[in-house]
Each structure stands twice: as structure tokens, then as C-alpha cells.
């Protein structure tokens, strides 16, 4: 059976620091792209972070210079590093599979997340 499974979220101060985690079970990541999500409420999900299957490259669409994408193929499990927080952070983040090496979309993608939810408050 096919899941995505995200955790580590919760409720952390400006300036904070998180590591979000999602593991994948039911397929390899050699064959799927993973990207990361998130919806703020009463906004569209937007797209965080990619990365590709084959040679694992990363792309950053938001939260540039503050998170960092990785996997671990061997473990199932690509996380997102977010540091320097800010409130406007605050949203469900999703992780999200395309079998390819195209990253996810917003309204694309094979398989999503039940999603974790991130608050960025003091």
C-alpha cells in the first residue's frame, strides 16, 4: 500500500528552527520525485521544495535561503530542514510523490500526505 506520511511539525517561536520528516512506504524513491507543500489558511497550497528521483537534485520555490530538502533513499524518508521561522510560516505542510523525475505540483501528484501542521507563533 502507497503512503506518505509527514511529521514533525508543531508549535515553535520566530526565529526557530524545525525538521520535518516523510516516510514513504509501498514505493521506492529512486522511482518518485517528492516535493513539499503547504497551505495557509484561506490560501491556496503552494509548493515549498523538490526533490528529484534519479540524481536527487533539489529546487527551492519558497522559503529560499531558510530550509534545506534531503533523503534518504535506503530509509524511505525526505525531510525539510526550515530554519529562521517566521508567522507567516504557519500552514499545513504537505509532501507529495510524482513517479518521474518532474517535481509534484499543487494540484499534481500521485500520492500526498495527510499533512503536519506547522505554527509559527511567540
Known amino acids: 500500500q502507497v503512503q506518505l506520511v509527514e511529521s514533525g511539525g508543531g508549535l515553535v517561536q520566530p526565529g526557530g528552527s524545525l525538521r520535518l520528516s516523510c516516510a514513504a512506504s509501498?514505493?521506492?524513491?529512486?522511482?518518485?520525485?517528492i516535493g513539499w507543500f503547504r497551505q495557509a489558511p484561506g490560501k491556496e497550497r503552494e509548493v515549498v521544495s523538490c526533490?528529484?528521483?534519479?540524481?536527487?537534485?533539489t529546487y527551492y520555490v519558497s522559503m529560499k535561503g531558510r530550509i534545506t530538502i534531503s533523503r534518504d533513499v535506503a530509509k524511505k524518508m525526505v525531510y525539510l530542514q526550515m530554519n529562521s521561522l517566521k508567522p507567516e510560516d504557519t500552514a499545513v505542510y504537505y509532501c507529495a510523490a510524482e513517479r518521474g523525475s518532474t517535481c509534484p505540483g499543487a494540484r499534481r501528484a500521485d500520492y500526498w500526505g495527510q499533512g503536519t501542521q506547522v505554527t509559527v507563533s511567540s
Open positions: 526533490i528529484t528521483t534519479r540524481d536527487g537534485s
Open positions: 509501498g514505493f521506492s524513491l529512486d522511482l518518485y520525485s
